[in-house]
Each structure stands twice: as structure tokens, then as C-alpha cells.
């Protein structure tokens, strides 16, 4: 081992690492009928305090990227390839054991739909306590109050009383609380939230964002949220990762991406949703077709049988050539895959602009 | 809570009621005579005549059934100036056969039931859950498909094939065991124990069949809950996933099926078991009563198991309200 003793150039320095590393994942299943690319060569990175929006419709894959976070696919017959590299440890590869002590504790997640995630049998409380005892070495009581900070925490009145009750007595947006108490009773570094607000309605889901927003400040913690609706991300995330069929297909910060869609399945994503600013009249467009099998994805762009622009494209290069994800001239860091010209998003955004 | 019990326990009294109504009625609608059973070969037509009189056979069924449903709440006197039996409520008659009130001999029996059947319950119902956890863990591997194949086999085989091979083995090749034969706990503890160690072995291995494969279809139902990739997500270790988060969802509606299995047991449904076994058990008592036309016995054997079979579906119930914290009992 040699010291060093003259200084480094400047510009041999690494980059700090960043608290998350995604590098090239992919989560396949084996089945019958062919194997499943669920996930397929996924990467990107995010920073301890900043929120990454991961969209995309039913079936693109986000869901089993943040389960691929957590680690759940271990055991199962999932096949995990790629990195993850989370405060300088790599998950893919690390043992369960390891992976378990993790789960919890590091990496949290928020699971859709708290009815069926929280046990029915266990009280809230109990729960909450569990959680915690996994980690830390205290008594039940201590759990128990740890349980009741939490819930206070998370804005559950009469926290004394409520820490008794079975998650059936909850209403949907208190059991959400509840579920986002128990992913937070141990300051995890990362907070998973899989669509956090789907099961819950307008006035709630508000809420809810609000609270992941306050207390991710509050514990500085890295937040990945998916969703399918833009609305949630563009409230909350710093950078929106678009996926289709388990790929990435727009990437970059949620300001350049919501401003300067570079990629026609996010503009139907973005005409499927409400403006308030819009017409009341106007007819929200949804995108045609459904989501694409995801063992035999469409030669190509994945995207070309739902894509209505696919003539401005040469030579039926959609349907040939799968396009690279490219950078987007004038941006920082925003990358997306799509084989129109800028030429030719401009015209088209024109016209959709005119014509609407 | 209360008033629920109180409904739940009056709804069974009108199911006893009905099936004892059915019971009796059916019995008169058989072809053969208790008093000519009774008279035996040597009988004259006024020695009939006077046997039916004092078994009442010769007042109307109406009459006949109001005298039975009194008895239960008054109590009855039998027999004539000669010979009189009282039989003290709740009265389920007199045996034709051995002029002892029924409730005597039912409750006599009964220990034989009761032994017999809460052990072989106890053992099932643990062999089952653990075998069908373990199958529903194992899913696909070789562990699986022993305790699926051991409860095929379970299923397969009939009570008097496995009991006697049992008895076989055991009693006859290697003489480890008493010849069958039961022995009041009271009397002979480890006579008792080692008296029904075979009728336990042979109703564990029949009902064993069902518990492992609802065990282990209710966990795998249970292990593609939601609540079960929480459990995980927290850091629970995998044991404890399965056995507290997975179990305690699985087990309730085996709880259901238990509750009613026990309740036949105790009440005499292990006839062919008892009959095996040489055990006189309230099974055996209701076969022979109605080889041998013995109308009170019938019906108070019947009304017997039915009471138990009942107020097991009412304990049940009641568990379940307290298992599953979603059940209002009310």
C-alpha cells in the first residue's frame, strides 16, 4: 500500500457516489409461456432528499423495480441481474440475510391499497411495534409508545386510542397513515411509495402527498414514488422516470420532462390528465391500445402499434430499430428514446397545439 | 355478545326439536316391532298385547310423542304396579331392551366418546396444520408431495382396513399394545392412555388427509396476500413470516371445520372406529339400538350427537368472533 502524498489532479477526483445507483437492472420471471421481462435494463440514480417519480401504465414494470429494491424478489423465482447500489452496498447480489437486515429499517416501502397490505388480524399498534422490534432491541412497551409517536407523527388523532384498533376500524386515508407510520418507525435512509394515493380519493390523496412531502424533509430521507398519474409526481418529484415495458423511455427532471416531452407515450400519458387550466369540454385523450406483452415485446420501438406518429418516422424504422435512449439537445440530463427528429416534435407539438 | 348467544342457543333448541320430531316419527314408519323383539320365541298374542302395554307401545304416536317430550322436562315413571323405573328429567325414555333410563346409559358411555374423540382431534389438528404448512413452504418440492401423498393415502384408506392392519401389527405381531378395549381414565390412567393409542392413530390417520390439505391450500392463499410481502418488506425473518402473519390468517377457517369435526366426534360419529376397537362408545350404542328397535335409545342417541354437533357449530362462532377481529357477533 502506497501513501499518497501529492495532491490529486483535479480532475482524477471521483464523483461522490450517488445514495442510490441503479445500474442496468432487470427483473425477469420464467413461466410456461415464455420468459417475462418485467424489468429490462432499468438504471438511474437519486440523491438522499430528492423524490424520483417512477410512471408508467399497469404492467411497465414499477412495481417490480421497487420490489427489486427492497430485495423481495430473493427466493422467488425471479431472475435479478444489474446493480443496485444503495450508500455503497450492492443489494442484487447481497444475501438474504443481509438483504433482511436492510428491509425495514434502510429501505422502506409504502404498499398501494393499505387495506389489503395491513394484516386484518393484527392491530394497528401491534403492526407498527413489529416493525420496529425487527431493528431495534427494545421492550414491547417501548415499541408500543414508538408506535403511538408514530401515528401522532403522521396525523392520527387520539394516537393512544387509535394504536389499538384493527386496521378495519381505520378509514382509507388513516390506514394509509398508519402504513406510512410503519414504513417510517425506523428513519429509513430510502422510502419506497407504490402508488401511495390509487386506493384512496382526491381530497386524501392531497393529504397523503403533503405528508410523504413534510416528513421526507423532515427525515431527509430518498423517496421513490410510482404512480401512473403525472399528477403525483409533478407535485412532489424532483426527476420522473417514464417506463414502458419494463424499459426506460424518458428520463430527466420533472421540470424538463413535464415541459419538454420528448416521447409520445409521455405526451399521451400527459393528454390523459386533467388541466385545470383547460377547457372543461375538452376530451381527455387516452392512449390507445393496451400495454404490450411483456415476453414478446413489439420489434422496435416497444411503443410503435400504440404510436400515432410512427409515419413521421423514415423507412418504418419504429417497427425495425429500437431507438437509444438519446440526450435532448439543450437539457441537463434529460435522455429519451424515441426515433422522431426534433424537427419533427416540434411540428407535431405545433399542430397539436393548433388543432386542439 | 350476549343476546347473540341467547339466539344462537334458542335457534338450536328448535333444530333438537325437529330432529328429535323427525326421529321419532321416522321410527314408526320402519317395518319392525320392538314388542315382538322383546316377546322372543315363545310368544302368545296376549303376551304381545301385554308387552306392547307396557312399552306404550298401543296408545296412539301422538300421545306416544307428547309422553316422550314431556319426560325430557317432567321426567317419567315406567313399567307397571310390578316393576317400576322411575326415570328422572331430562328423560330420554327407558331402553326396551334393558329397562335402564337412556341418559344413564349415554352418560356412562360417554368418557369412551369424549377420550376418544378430543385426543384424536387434539393430534390432528396439529399433525394437519404443521403438515400442510410445511407442504404449503415446500410448494412443488419434495416435501410437498410426501404430506400430499400421505394424505391421499389418508383419504384412501377406510377406518376398518388401517384399524384392523393397526391392531395387527401391534397387538397380535409384536404385542407392544393391550389387546382394545377401553379403560376409564379414572380406573387405570396408562391402561386408558395405552388402550386408545390405536383409535387415535387410526382416526388421526383419516382425518390427518383433510386438515394437511385445507392447511395447506389456506396458506397458500394466505401467502399471496398483501400482508404476507409486508410482513417480508418490514424484515421479518421467514419463519416468522409464516408462522405468525401466515398461520394466523390461514387457521381460522380450519377452526370452522374442527369445531364441527370435534363436536361429531364426542357426540358418537367414530361408530366404525368404536365398533373396531371393541370400545363401547355412544356409537356402538346407536347401532345397535336400532338393530334392535330400541326407540328411546335411537332417539336419545341421536339427540345426543345432535346436541353436541350443534352447540359445536355455536362455539365456533363464537370463536371466530374472537379470532377474526372483523366478526361482529351480533
Not at chain 2, 293 to 318: E, H
Request: charge should be neutral.
Amino acid at each position: 500500500m502506497s501513501v499518497q502524498t501529492s495532491p490529486q489532479p483535479a480532475d482524477v477526483t471521483p464523483a461522490p457516489a450517488p445514495f442510490l445507483d441503479v445500474r442496468d437492472l432487470r427483473v425477469h420471471f420464467p413461466t410456461e409461456d415464455g420468459l417475462v421481462k418485467s424489468v429490462d435494463g432499468v438504471s438511474f440514480t437519486l440523491e438522499k432528499g430528492r423524490t424520483l417519480g417512477i410512471v408508467g401504465e399497469s404492467g411497465s414494470g414499477k412495481s417490480v423495480t421497487s420490489l427489486a429494491l427492497l430485495g423481495l424478489h430473493k427466493g422467488t423465482r425471479a431472475q435479478v441481474s444489474g446493480e443496485i447500489w444503495l450508500e455503497g452496498k450492492e443489494l442484487v447480489a447481497l444475501p438474504e440475510t443481509e438483504m433482511r437486515a436492510l428491509r425495514g429499517r434502510t429501505v422502506s416501502m409504502i404498499f398501494q391499497d393499505p387495506l389489503s397490505a395491513l394484516h386484518p388480524f393484527f392491530t394497528v399498534g401491534a403492526q407498527i411495534a413489529e416493525a420496529y422490534r425487527v431493528h431495534h432491541k427494545v421492550s414491547k412497551k417501548e415499541a408500543r409508545d414508538r408506535a403511538v409517536e408514530m401515528l401522532k407523527r403522521v396525523g392520527i388523532p387520539q394516537p393512544e386510542r387509535r394504536v389499538r384498533d384493527y386496521p378495519h376500524q381505520f378509514s382509507g386515508g388513516m390506514r394509509q397513515r398508519a402504513m406510512i407510520a410503519m414504513s417510517l418507525v425506523c428513519d429509513p435512509a430510502l422510502l419506497i411509495a407504490d402508488e401511495p394515493t390509487t386506493a384512496l380519493d382526491v381530497t386524501v390523496q392531497a393529504q397523503i402527498l403533503d405528508l410523504i412531502r413534510d416528513l421526507q424533509e423532515e427525515f431527509g430521507s430518498a423517496v421513490v414514488i410510482i404512480t401512473h398519474d403525472l399528477g403525483v409526481v409533478s407535485d412532489i418529484a424532483d426527476d420522473i422516470l417514464v417506463m414502458y415495458g419494463g424499459r426506460r423511455i424518458e428520463y430527466g427532471t420533472t421540470r424538463d420532462v413535464l415541459k419538454q416531452p420528448q416521447h409520445p407515450y409521455t405526451w399521451g400519458l400527459l393528454q390523459s390528465m386533467p388541466h385545470l387550466t383547460g377547457d372543461v369540454g375538452e376530451r381527455l385523450d387516452p392512449i390507445p391500445g393496451t400495454p404490450p406483452s411483456l415476453i414478446n415485446l413489439p420489434a422496435g420501438c416497444a411503443f410503435h402499434p400504440r404510436c400515432a406518429y410512427k409515419g413521421w418516422v423514415h423507412e418504418g424504422r419504429c417497427t425495425v430499430d429500437r431507438p437509444e435512449l438519446r440526450p435532448v439537445s439543450g437539457t441537463g440530463r434529460h435522455i429519451a428514446a424515441c426515433h422522431l427528429t426534433d424537427e419533427a416534435k416540434h411540428e407535431i407539438r405545433d399542430g397539436v397545439r393548433k388543432g386542439a | 355478545m350476549f343476546r347473540y348467544l341467547i339466539r344462537r342457543l334458542l335457534a338450536a333448541a328448535v333444530i333438537m326439536l325437529v330432529i328429535t320430531t323427525i326421529t321419532f316419527f321416522i321410527f314408526f314408519a320402519l317395518p319392525s316391532d320392538p314388542a315382538l323383539l322383546a316377546c322372543g320365541k315363545t310368544c302368545s298374542p296376549s303376551r304381545l298385547a301385554e308387552i306392547r302395554h307396557s312399552l306404550g307401545l298401543d296408545r296412539s304416536y301422538l300421545t306416544q310423542y307428547w309422553e316422550f317430550f314431556k319426560g325430557l322436562f317432567a321426567g317419567r315413571d315406567f313399567g307397571d304396579q310390578s316393576v317400576r323405573i322411575h326415570c328422572g328429567a331430562p328423560c330420554l325414555g327407558v331402553s326396551f331392551q334393558t329397562d335402564t333410563p337412556v341418559l344413564t346409559t349415554l352418560l356412562s358411555d360417554f368418557p369412551a366418546d369424549l377420550s376418544l374423540g378430543l385426543g384424536a382431534a387434539v393430534a390432528f389438528l396439529i399433525l394437519g396444520v404443521g403438515l400442510g404448512t410445511v407442504a404449503a413452504v415446500r410448494r412443488g418440492r419434495a416435501a410437498d408431495k410426501a404430506a400430499v401423498g400421505l394424505a391421499l393415502f389418508g383419504v384412501s384408506v377406510q377406518i376398518y382396513f388401517i384399524g384392523l392392519l393397526l391392531l395387527y401389527l401391534f397387538v397380535d405381531k409384536f404385542q407392544i399394545l393391550p389387546t382394545s378395549g377401553y379403560t376409564p381414565i379414572t380406573e387405570d390412567p396408562a391402561g386408558w392412555f395405552k388402550g386408545l393409542i390405536l383409535p387415535w392413530a387410526t382416526l388421526v390417520i383419516v382425518y390427518l388427509a383433510m386438515y394437511t390439505r385445507l392447511t395447506r391450500s389456506s396458506m397458500l392463499e394466505v401467502f399471496a396476500e398483501d400482508y404476507m410481502r409486508t410482513a417480508r418488506a418490514k424484515g421479518l425473518p421467514a419463519a416468522k413470516v409464516v408462522l405468525k402473519h401466515g398461520l394466523r390468517a390461514a387457521i381460522t377457517p380450519i377452526i370452522t371445520i374442527f369445531g364441527m369435526d370435534v363436536g361429531s366426534l364426542i357426540g358418537g360419529s367414530a361408530v366404525i372406529t368404536e365398533s373396531v376397537f371393541g370400545i363401547n362408545g355412544i356409537g356402538k350404542l346407536a347401532v345397535d339400538s336400532v338393530q334392535n328397535s330400541d326407540l328411546p335409545v335411537i332417539l336419545g342417541t341421536t339427540l345426543f350427537a345432535a346436541t353436541f354437533v350443534v352447540l359445536a357449530n355455536v362455539v365456533v362462532d363464537l370463536v371466530y368472533g374472537l379470532v377474526d377481529p372483523r366478526v361482529r357477533l351480533a
